[in-house]
């Protein structure tokens, strides 16, 4: 069964200190490992897909990385509105089309 | 704007009534997804289709149910069956075609059963 832990389940930082979210996966092989966004009471905003180990993909202060077992989202100089919640998520080969969440990272930003 | 749209916002139904949650898309997506989630407990799959007329059984099913007549619509209903109803509904959709899984998320529907 395929499954993804997220960790740390919340983290607070100031403003401008840099830091790693971690998403650990186990997975029937891996099609694609899936960044999200989530702000309250909204849906969750897509980020990156990474395909294979050795991927980078960045966008604006955000780094995301994969290996074969995790997956690093990191921050780097963050400002408040980067405050969320991250999701990470799996997609493996035996799964149709049905992606696995972990349960998310709540990140807030002090200014 | 090609997007996903979900309505009611927030929903307030008395415990015993079936309550419909609609899910539109146009960005001509194939497969359409149904998730609840909980405080705490991440995004659990209810349903999803891959195709217009067919459906599968996602985590939890159990006290749903859910029709794919258009490629636009994939509506879901709460029905009386369902124990503990009052959850965060989300809607996605995804291209359906080999590289292009990911998801994309409605805003969401509240639903509150009393």
């Known amino acids: 069964e395929d499954q993804v832990t997220q960790s740390p389940e919340a983290l607070r930082l100031q403003e401008g200190e840099s830091s790693s979210l971690n998403c650990s996966y186990t997975?029937?092989?891996?099609?694609?490992l899936f960044w999200y966004r989530q702000d309250p009471g909204k849906g969750p905003e897509f980020l990156f897909t990474?395909?294979?180990a050795g991927e980078e993909k960045e966008k604006e202060r955000l780094k995301a990385t994969l290996t074969k077992k995790e997956s690093f989202l990191h921050i780097t100089a963050p400002k408040p509105e980067d405050s969320a919640t991250y999701l990470c998520?799996?997609?493996?080969?035996?799964?149709?089309?049905?992606?696995?969440f972990g349960q998310g990272t709540r990140l807030t930003i002090n200014p | 704007d090609g997007g996903i749209t979900q309505s009611p916002k927030y929903l307030f139904r008395k415990e015993g009534q079936n309550v419909t949650l609609s899910c539109e898309q146009n960005?001509?997506?194939?497969?359409m997804y149904w998730y609840r989630q909980d405080p705490g407990q991440g995004l659990r799959l209810i349903y999803y289709?891959?195709?217009?007329?067919?459906?599968q059984k996602g985590d939890i099913a159990e006290g749903y149910s859910v029709s794919r007549e258009k490629k636009e619509s994939f509506p879901l209903t709460v029905t009386s069956a369902q124990k503990n109803p009052t959850a965060f509904y989300l809607c996605?959709?995804?291209?359906?075609?080999?590289?292009?899984?990911?998801?994309?998320f409605g805003p969401g529907t509240r639903l509150t059963v009393t």
């Open positions: 997975v029937s092989g891996l099609r694609g």
């Open positions: 289709s891959q195709i217009v007329n067919d459906f």
């Open positions: 998520a799996v997609l493996g080969l035996q799964g149709a089309q049905k992606l696995v």
């Open positions: 996605a959709s995804s291209s359906g075609t080999s590289g292009r899984w990911e998801q994309y």
């Open positions: 960005l001509n997506h194939d497969a």
């Open positions: 990474l395909y294979s």
